[in-house]
């Protein structure tokens, strides 16, 4: 079993940046991809950004060029630094790990 915790995400306003963290604890050493997904209100949970163990990465449309994701393996620890936010970003943010361990999510509000 993994288990993830995330960081507290907050309330910022559009164009600025915020940083999500998300650490994992339990059977790290089974840990392959990781990642971010996001669910606004009244839509479907989407990829934000994946991870390999490697560091290959890959980002939804939407994203591209203004999030990165990064991960520490030493800290068992995935990144998502967050620029140029936009209103539309606004969403619970979830970590997850292999794709069936995820975290508990964590609310990003952007204001306009």
């Known amino acids: 079993q993994v288990q993830l915790v995330e960081s507290v995400g907050g309330l910022v306003q559009a164009v600025g940046s915020l940083r999500l963290s998300c650490v994992a604890s339990?059977?790290?050493?089974?840990?392959?991809?990781m990642g971010w997904y996001r669910q606004a209100p009244g839509k479907q949970r989407g990829l934000v950004a994946d991870i390999t163990r490697g560091g290959n990465t890959n980002y939804a449309t939407s994203v591209k060029g203004r999030f990165t994701i990064s991960r520490d393996n030493a800290k068992n620890t995935v990144y998502l630094q967050m620029n140029s936010l936009k209103p539309e970003d606004t969403a619970v943010y979830y970590c997850?790990?292999?794709?069936?361990?995820w975290g508990q999510g964590t609310q990003v509000t952007v204001s306009s």
């Open positions: 997850y790990a292999n794709l069936n361990s």
């Open positions: 339990g059977l790290t050493a089974r840990i392959g991809g």
